[in-house]
Nanobody, 129 residues
Framework: QLQLVESGGGLVQPGGSLRLSCAAS????????IGWLRQAPGKEREGVSC????????NYADSVKGRFTISRDNAKNTVYLQMNSLKPEDTAVYYC??????????????????????WGKGTLVTVSS
């Protein structure tokens, strides 16, 4: 069974940090770009970050640049999203997704949704004092 499983969400105070993980089972992530998108209640989904299959290129939404860092460890079949200096507006369910490298390029990202192959079930991040 092909699955993406996100973890690492939780409640954090403004200014705090979290690291999200996205682990794949049933298939290898080596050939996929990986994206993180988020959706807050009553808001449109938003592409947050992506990393290409080799790990050599990444993109970020303007809203998270300088605060979030995406990385991947293909040996562990896992992708990470390090989130620092968190703000209340970062509160959302965060999903990891797979797609081809093209959809992680500047031509498409952050609105890469048409290229998504697989989704995880999401992990909730709440930033609140």
């Amino acid at each position: 069974q092909l699955q993406l499983v996100e973890s690492g969400g939780g409640l954090v105070q403004p200014g705090g940090s979290l690291r999200l993980s996205c682990a794949a089972s049933g298939f290898t992530l080596d050939y996929y770009a990986i994206g993180w998108l988020r959706q807050a209640p009553g808001k449109e989904r938003e592409g947050v970050s992506c990393i290409n299959s080799s790990g050599g290129s990444a993109n970020y939404a303007d809203s998270v640049k300088g605060r979030f860092t995406i990385s991947r460890d293909n040996a562990k079949n896992t992708v990470y999203l390090q989130m620092n200096s968190l703000k209340p507006e970062d509160t959302a369910v965060y999903y990891c997704t797979t797609m081809r490298d093209y959809y992680c390029s500047g031509y498409v990202f952050p609105t890469y949704y048409d290229g998504i192959d697989y989704w995880g079930k999401g992990t909730l991040v709440t930033v609140s004092s």
